[in-house]
């Protein structure tokens, strides 16, 4: 997991961007000898995305009784990959855990029973309640009992210090999101932030399986994943990924383990998303035997849990799909696993609970919105709605290829350019319509993969609209989506000439598609 980190650009000991992206090793001249040889701009990237903040822990509550002097002597970088390493300073978290003992295993805070102590620091109760009110629901958005990120967590954090930090560093990062990044809030947020990852540091030296640990590197991921762009969300997961295969924990681990790990799913399937690469753990390792078995009868819980591993299955097989032809042999076991997972889809939308029936569906409303309205019982439901819709969607722009045709015809055919839009109306109109921070939490990248394969000017409109209001409401940074949906639509326009000196951009939906279908690792720059 990352210590505390800033970006090295005060220094100019930095990668190219070009590099940066390519994850590959910079010498860091002007221009680099990679950037020579490809015969490309060189260009330093201008878009910090982590926070260069040092700070002093406030005297006060949770804090002041966590830290008992400055850690002094160099830090260690262990979480980002050597090939990025380069780019970063590590930075000495001004706190020491006075209640780390020598069995680098934290006892419990002086005077906390067995059952745990009541928080009595005004603030650090605050951050703790909003932690309940607003992190924990989204956390538990597929798990109806015990929802253990609501209940279970606040539990363990009055006898862990390490989980305490955690919930309160989350939550103190939200607030200070929602409310403008205020300076005082900001480095409240991060004080925090520095506290926690520099115990979790700590305790991830014990080997042994606590699914506290791993509940609370996933909290710590959060922090970082909410302003970074999705490009760097695997980054941040990849110390949690460590984690859990060194323990083994999988999709039927149970207790705090297993939940802990379909969030962990969940983050790493939306943080590949968008570039259609493989996430980081294959979808049949999640549970052993890589097959989900159904229930007898189906559940809320479980519906939402198959749709989470028939997304994954969805995106590992469009990640996985070359982009260059295929021959014969590998083409038709290709085709058949595509007719496998439409099937499998079609079998579980038909399976949905009662609970998941829509409550109201109306019609469009004006250029407001320009959807059809289908409101769900609670963000939970439009969610695993949402998440549905886009592995139809996804699953539509593999459409297998005959021999004679390409990617490209096959997407700008009418039916499968028309099945595509469907989908993406849907996703679109499902944030829209149910308006849940739950599920906006969870939509952003759902959001731009539909957006992208947008043709209507109002309907993109109202994406657009949808993503900077869930900024404004949960926090997630959705100005990169918002600015990747630009570079698509301007890209799918085809010009025709009118006239001796002027041109009319048609939008051709085959085009959007094919590029969605390429994703940000194959598409050429």
């Known amino acids: 997991m990352p210590l505390c980190y800033k970006r090295n650009a005060d220094i100019g000991c930095q990668a190219c961007e070009q590099c940066r992206k390519s994850h590959v090793k910079c010498d860091q001249s002007r221009p680099c000898a990679l950037c020579k040889r490809r015969g490309i701009e060189c260009s330093l990237c201008q878009d910090v995305t982590f926070t260069a903040l040092e700070f002093k822990a406030p005297a006060a509550g949770l804090l002041k009784d966590f830290v008992s002097k400055t850690v002094e002597g160099p830090a260690t970088f262990v979480d980002e990959t050597e090939e990025v390493a380069d780019l970063y300073q590590v930075t000495n978290a001004s706190v020491e855990a006075s209640s780390v003992t020598s069995d680098q295993h934290p006892s419990p805070r002086p005077?906390?029973?067995?059952?745990?102590?009541?928080?009595?620091?005004?603030?650090d109760a605050f951050f703790l309640w909003r932690y309940i009110d607003f992190i924990g629901p989204r956390f538990d958005m597929f798990d109806d009992a015990p929802r253990y990120f609501s209940t279970v967590v606040p539990q363990l954090a009055l006898n862990d210090t390490l989980v305490l930090l955690a919930c309160v560093a989350v939550a103190a990062r939200q607030y200070s999101l929602v409310n403008d990044q205020q300076q005082h809030s900001h480095e409240q947020a991060l004080t925090y932030y520095n506290a926690a990852i520099h115990l979790l540091s700590k305790r991830l030296q014990d080997s042994g399986p606590d699914p506290s640990v791993f509940a609370s590197c996933l909290l710590i991921a959060h922090?970082?994943?909410?302003?970074?762009?999705?490009?760097?969300?695997?980054?941040h997961l990849k110390g949690t990924g460590d984690l859990l295969k060194m323990h083994g924990w999988h999709g039927m681990s149970g207790g705090l383990a297993q939940a802990s790990f379909w969030i962990y799913c969940r983050m790493i399937i939306l943080a590949s998303l968008c570039a259609g690469k493989p996430a980081a753990l294959e979808p049949r390792e999640w549970i052993?035997?890589?097959?989900?078995?159904?229930?007898?009868?189906?559940?809320?819980k479980s519906w939402q849990k198959k749709v989470v591993f028939l997304l994954g299955m969805v995106h590992d097989f469009w990640s996985r799909t070359p982009p260059d032809d295929m021959d014969r042999h590998a083409k038709q076991p290709h085709d058949a696993r595509w007719k496998e997972l439409e099937a499998e889809l079609v079998s579980l939308?038909?399976?949905?609970?009662a609970v998941c029936s829509p409550i109201s569906i109306l019609p469009p409303d004006g250029e407001d919105n320009p959807f059809q309205s289908v409101r769900y019982l609670n963000g939970p439901v439009s969610a695993a709605w949402q998440m549905l819709h886009t592995a139809f969607l996804i699953l539509t722009i593999c459409t297998p290829c005959s021999q004679a045709s390409s990617r490209l015809s096959v997407l700008s055919r009418p039916d499968v350019t028309g099945r595509a839009q469907m989908y993406a109306r849907?996703?679109?109109?499902?944030?829209?319509?149910?308006?849940?921070?739950?599920?906006?939490?969870?939509?952003?990248?759902?959001?731009?993969?539909?957006?992208q394969c947008l043709v209507v000017d109002a309907e993109r409109n109202a994406c657009v609209r949808v993503?900077?209001?869930?900024?404004?409401?949960?926090?997630?940074?959705?100005?990169?989506?918002?600015?990747?949906l630009g570079v698509a639509w301007e890209n799918s326009l085809s010009y025709e000439s009118r006239g001796r000196h002027s041109a009319v951009g048609q939008v051709d939906a085959g085009k959007l598609l094919y590029y969605v279908w390429l994703g940000d690792e194959r598409s050429p720059s």
């Open 223 to 235: 922090c970082e994943m909410v302003e970074s762009k999705a490009t760097a969300w695997d980054l």
């Open 467 to 484: 993503l900077r209001e869930i900024q404004q409401q949960t926090g997630w940074n959705t100005r990169a989506s918002i600015d990747r």
């Open 288 to 300: 052993p035997g890589g097959v989900f078995p159904d229930p007898a009868t189906w559940t809320l």
């Open 111 to 123: 005077g906390l029973s067995s059952h745990g102590t009541p928080v009595t620091d005004a603030t």
């Open 426 to 451: 849907q996703i679109v109109a499902n944030s829209l319509a149910n308006r849940c921070t739950i599920a906006w939490a969870n939509a952003v990248q759902l959001l731009t993969i539909a957006g």
């Open 349 to 353: 939308q038909s399976q949905a609970p």
